[in-house]
């Protein structure tokens, strides 16, 4: 039989919960388009980085690969790796913002220690890591 103050000695890590929701995406082209209107980018090698500011922005993730990136095969895994990065890291941001970020060509053969390094850097710059 386990007992109260057994548990206590022995806790069981919890791990916070990673998962990207779809409350957590951006889907709506109109927010898409409303987040370049606004003009707030900052950009790396493997990717850049669009803040949207509005009243019912709460940390969501729009991620974009146009054809420069490659066939539909390398767009979608330079999608599946910014989505990745932004899953791993999310807990590390804050504010009310919505982020989408579009990938260069650069991110498929880029590292992945690269990949988040990119990904954190421009988080600061943009003021959303805290």
């Not at 791990?15 to 003009?39: C, I, M, V, W």
């Not at 993730?61 to 066939?71: D, N």
């Not at 913002?97 to 579009?102: F, K, R, S």
Request: net charge positive.
């Amino acid at each position: 039989m386990v007992l109260p103050a057994d548990l206590a000695k022995d806790p069981v890590p919890v791990e916070p919960d990673r998962r990207l929701r779809k409350h957590q995406r951006l889907r709506s082209n109109a927010d898409f388009q409303e987040t370049y209107a606004q003009g707030k980018s900052w950009a790396a090698r493997t990717m850049i980085l669009w803040l949207r500011k509005a009243p019912d922005t709460s940390l969501r993730l729009g991620v974009v690969s146009s054809r420069a990136v490659g066939k539909a095969v390398q767009r979608n895994r330079a999608r599946r790796r910014l989505r990745e990065a932004w899953r791993l890291n999310r807990y590390r941001f804050h504010g009310n913002v919505d982020v989408v970020l579009v990938a260069r060509r650069n991110l498929l053969t880029a590292k992945w220690e690269d990949v988040v390094i990119d990904l954190l850097w421009l988080a600061k710059r943009s003021g959303i890591l805290t």
